[in-house]
């Protein structure tokens, strides 16, 4: 334990020992994270498989000179590096087992034994970059620009002539609605919904001006037309507003009828005046609440409804260890159902686990009284909590440029508050 923090101290010390090494380690920073938010995955160009192993292998080897150069292998590592080994395990026993229960093996079951690995790859890099940068607006602040830049993308992608570049990130055709869901450099909307609430977050927790973040993430949301994502944001917005934020009980009373006029006023404009995307969202979000009260039927909600016996059938199969990634092109898409149907109990113990300890640390560094990490602990935790709500449609920390910024995320935090651990009570 002494010598993991004197191994820190030594690194903090001889690491960043100029204005201008502590600079051009900003530099790599950034580059570092431009790769992971906006390397091409050429969806348009090659099929969704072949674009993500083209992106991930890219990836893995262009942040690798980073990953050396910090000497990041040496750094004492929290324990919760073991359970992402323990995972990697199970979905080896996951292998094992196919031939017994009859099941087919296909590549994915070989290149998914080293996901757990690639997660805490990243997560060993976000690590390195919370004690080197440590309590620093730098890294979040990075984060939220380059993920608002994405928006660009979206500009582009009405204007046909722009097909050649914005095909390297998109995943539907020109003019399809889930063509013109915002979804920035991450090809499906709630993928870029799901960053897009990190920054939300952090923009509550850091920034000033609540009032205006709030009205500005409306539109960002209605504009990604996430249904999940819209209730993530729902449900953040409530947990920072009655939980976290210090205004008074009596300033709550009175703002909390102006936001629903607002909102409500905001929704007679976009349904009288059919704002492009804007109104197809609002639809999209109607259609859902009429399906749930029973007046319509709803597609993606059937869907989802679907994925779910199929999980359960898959699960009896094999009940402790799974039966392995999809093998009939009908994938499930219900974190939970997911991991239960993929890799069993034992499988998704270990994912939860992992998660918990995440959601624990993080809670455990709003305690701390630096104010830094306190507001970035605040803002994980509301990230984490809209992974469980994100995560009804879609196993979203599991997804292609997501869970690269989300393992990062989680080692960044760990990073900064794993010091106070030996000092600082």
């Known amino acids: 334990m002494a010598l993991e923090f004197g191994i820190i101290q030594m690194i903090k010390r001889t690491n960043l020992k100029s204005t201008s090494t502590y600079f051009r380690f900003k530099l790599k920073t950034v580059l570092l994270l431009f790769l992971i938010l906006y390397f091409p995955t050429f969806w348009g160009y090659t099929s969704l498989g072949t674009g993500q192993l083209i992106y991930l292998f890219a990836i893995i080897v262009l942040t690798l000179p980073f990953f050396l150069e910090t000497k990041s292998y040496r750094f004492p590592l929290p324990t919760i590096y073991k359970l992402f080994f323990l995972w990697s395990l199970t979905y080896i026993a996951t292998l094992a087992i196919q031939p017994f229960i009859n099941n087919e093996i296909i590549l994915k ?52 002539s722009f097909q050649a570049i914005t095909n390297l990130y998109a995943v539907f055709e020109y003019g399809e609605l889930n063509y013109i869901r915002y979804s920035g450099t991450f090809g499906f909307c709630y993928n870029f919904g799901f960053v897009c609430l990190f920054g939300y977050a952090i923009a509550l927790t850091f920034y000033s001006h609540k009032a205006i973040t709030f009205f500005v993430s409306c539109i960002v949301m209605m504009l990604i037309g996430s249904r999940s994502v819209i209730l993530a944001f729902i449900i953040v917005t409530l947990l920072y507003f009655f939980v976290f934020s ?35 969202s609002i639809k999209y979000s109607e259609r859902l609440i009429n399906a749930l009260s029973g007046k319509e039927a709803d597609g993606s909600l059937g869907t989802r409804s679907g994925q779910l016996a199929v999980a359960i059938e898959r699960l009896l199969k094999s009940i402790l260890f799974g039966v392995g990634p999809a093998k009939n092109n009908y994938p499930i898409e219900i974190q939970l159902g997911y991991y239960l149907s993929s890799w069993g109990i034992i499988g998704t113990i270990v994912f939860v686990s992992i998660q918990l300890n995440f959601f624990v640390v993080a809670a455990r560094g709003l305690k701390l009284k630096d104010l830094f990490i306190s507001k970035f602990s605040t803002a994980n935790l509301l990230w984490l909590i809209s992974a469980l709500i994100v995560g009804m449609s879609t196993p979203i920390t599991d997804q292609i440029r997501v869970f690269q910024l989300y393992f990062l995320i989680q080692g960044y935090q760990y990073g900064i508050i794993w010091p106070y651990r030996y000092y600082k009570s």
């Open 246 to 280: 210090k205004i008074s009980a009596l300033k709550k009373t009175i703002i909390i009828p102006i936001v629903i006029a607002l909102i409500i006023f905001l929704y007679i404009v976009a349904v009288t005046w059919e704002i492009p995307v804007v109104s197809d």
């Open 109 to 160: 079951d070989f290149s998914d034994i080293l996901r757990p690995l690639f997660y805490l790859y990243f997560f060993i890099i976000g690590y390195v970059l919370g004690i080197k940068l440590e309590k620093s607006y730098f890294l979040v602040t990075s984060v939220v620009v380059l993920t608002l830049l994405s928006f660009i993308f979206d500009i582009l992608k009405f204007n046909e």
